[in-house]
């Protein structure tokens, strides 16, 4: 599966971006799903998941009630609705596919990663 992610850009601290990740080749209708992100000079952490069905997300404690994954099974797109958005939020964003069915908190759980998209908030 090849997936594209677009929606990053510039935005004011306290403002809103979504995310969009598209998946094409092989579908992940069956595999769960995930955000991560990349600051300069950290490890890409997780940030948010949805399981196969969409009924079941996890998130980061950091972005627990400002960040919103969803996915669109038709179209095989994942969503990724921020807002609220800080400054610690400035990274490169990476959609990627789960191994399982679940979407887990570790990036080795994930086969698949899309280029990642560039996400700067400003003060």
């Known amino acids: 599966v090849q997936l594209q992610a677009s929606g990053g850009g510039l935005v004011q601290a306290g403002g809103s971006l979504r995310l969009s990740c598209a998946a094409s080749?092989?579908?992940?209708?069956?595999?769960?799903m995930g955000w991560f992100r990349q600051a300069p000079g950290n490890e890409r952490e997780f940030v948010a998941g949805i399981s196969w069905n969409g009924y079941y997300t996890n998130y980061a404690d950091s972005v627990k009630g400002r960040f919103t994954i969803s996915r669109d099974y038709a179209q095989t797109t994942m969503y990724l609705q921020m807002n609220s958005l800080k400054p610690e939020d400035t990274a490169v964003y990476y959609c990627?596919?789960?191994?399982?069915?679940?979407?887990?908190?570790?990036?080795?759980?994930?086969?698949?990663w899309g280029q990642g998209t560039l996400v700067t908030v400003s003060s």
């Open positions: 990627a596919v789960s191994r399982r069915a679940v979407a887990g908190t570790g990036a080795n759980e994930y086969r698949s």
């Open positions: 080749g092989r579908t992940s209708s069956n595999n769960g």
